[in-house]
């Protein structure tokens, strides 16, 4: 088994989806303090900032579906398990994969918990 170089992982796609989660994280709570900060309006109502949090949440949503998908062919293809101890170039590889696999399901469960508050939420209060 080769490892296949166009699919090559390393750091950057490992911590690619624990970023865009940290990234919509403070873009959302940026967005509804910015918006709630004048705190003139206690009612006020958060419907431009709910749509565009809703609209980088799906942005979001995409990359790291997008991450997922990718680690999961990439892991799937060659032969998936679990257990990568060896010292080789492949199972360095398949460690990888399976480790972007996992943050991913988590960065993606992290900003469905993230946006919860956007959809519970309507007004300052």
């Known amino acids: 088994m080769s490892v296949d170089k166009r699919t090559y992982d390393d750091l950057w796609t490992l911590i690619a989806a624990p970023l865009v ?3 919509h994280f403070l873009f959302s709570y940026t967005v509804a303090a910015y918006a709630c900060a004048p705190q003139s309006w206690l009612f006020k109502d958060l419907a431009t900032a709910r ?3 809703g609209v ?3 942005l ?5 579906a997008y991450g997922f998908r990718r680690a999961w062919r990439d892991w799937s293809a060659g ?3 679990h257990r990568h101890d060896r010292d080789t170039p492949e ?5 990888l994969e399976f480790s ?3 943050l991913a399901a988590l960065s993606f469960v992290g900003v469905i918990f993230d946006v919860l508050p956007v959809i519970m939420i ?4």
């Open 56 to 58: 980088v949440t799906l």
């Open 60 to 64: 979001s949503l995409l990359a790291i």
């Open 79 to 81: 032969g998936g398990g």
């Open 51 to 53: 749509i565009a949090i």
């Open 122 to 125: 309507a007004d300052c209060r």
């Open 100 to 102: 972007t696999l996992l």
């Open 21 to 23: 989660w940290a990234l």
């Open 91 to 95: 199972d360095r590889e398949r460690f």
